[in-house]
């Protein structure tokens, strides 16, 4: 009988390669069998063992390849067999990305795991574009939240949201941007709060759009983006006019006003 295996549950990063985290790329030159996500870069994932089971797993909006209990039973049977897993997922494994669910399920059948950090693109995506989440005397702290549920949860703490020394960072909330905007000028933001969309951010195709929480629904459709966008809402936005480094592929025309 063989020896159960170890699953490692290991963040890829944003997008760039280069912010793979060192054991993270020990995890996958050491597994037998990589589970992946849909924005996990094709840089990333060349790096596991040629014989290495590579088997896809992403999710997108009402389109998900493999069922929740799909992909958490195929880590179980194959650490049961014996095997290395590495369930490699887009930016962090604990931030919006159910791997505290999958974690649950792989400790209830007793199988040994490993949780590798990734960096998030909650972090990183404001970064490239040239954006400090927080900056002295600007804002003081930052929130990130999802889209769907910032707006479907009446819980949620919009005039915490509103509050000017706050960045709000959103994820996966490009179709609900109206609904965010409407949210946050009813609980008092101001309609000159600049904006930024980044799109693929970190990577060779990021774009980013400005404007303020009164123009940033236009903008954005002038633009015609399309997921993944991060969502940065503060006065830091400002800051990229100053500290912008990176030089992606293509900036769109919208984008070229702060």
Not at 53 to 80: C, F, P, S, T, W
Not at 152 to 161: D, E, G, I, Y
Not at 227 to 244: Q, R, S
């Amino acid at each position: 009988m063989n020896q159960q295996g170890r699953v490692f549950l290991v963040g890829a990063g944003p997008g760039d390669p280069g912010l793979l985290t060192i054991k993270g790329k020990e995890c996958l030159e050491a597994a037998d069998v990589v589970l992946y996500d849909r924005l996990v870069s094709a840089a990333v994932l060349s790096l596991a063992s040629p014989s290495a089971d590579k088997l896809y797993v992403g999710k997108e909006r009402e389109n998900h390849a493999v069922r929740q209990d799909e992909i958490n039973d195929l880590m179980v049977q194959r650490a049961l067999m014996g095997q290395v897993v590495v369930r490699l997922k887009g930016g962090d494994p604990f931030v919006f990305g159910r791997g505290g669910e999958e974690a649950e399920v792989l400790r209830q059948h007793g199988i040994e795991f490993e949780v590798v950090p990734g960096v998030s693109s909650a972090i990183a995506a404001p970064a490239y574009a040239g954006i400090p989440i927080t900056y002295r005397e600007v804002a003081t702290g930052f929130h990130v939240v999802t889209g769907h549920e910032c707006v479907a949860s009446p819980k949620t703490p919009w005039p915490l949201f509103a509050a000017e020394t706050q960045t709000l960072v959103i994820l996966m909330g490009l179709s609900h941007l109206p609904e965010i905007v409407a949210n946050l000028l009813q609980h008092g933001r101001s309609p000159k709060t600049p904006v930024a969309l980044i799109r693929f951010g970190t990577t060779e195709s990021q774009e980013t759009v400005f404007g303020t929480l009164s123009d940033i629904v236009v903008r954005a459709k002038e633009a015609g983006l399309a997921p993944p966008v991060v969502t940065v809402i503060g006065e830091v936005v400002h800051k990229a006019l100053d500290l912008a480094w990176f030089r992606p592929a293509r900036i769109p025309a919208a984008s070229k006003r702060v």
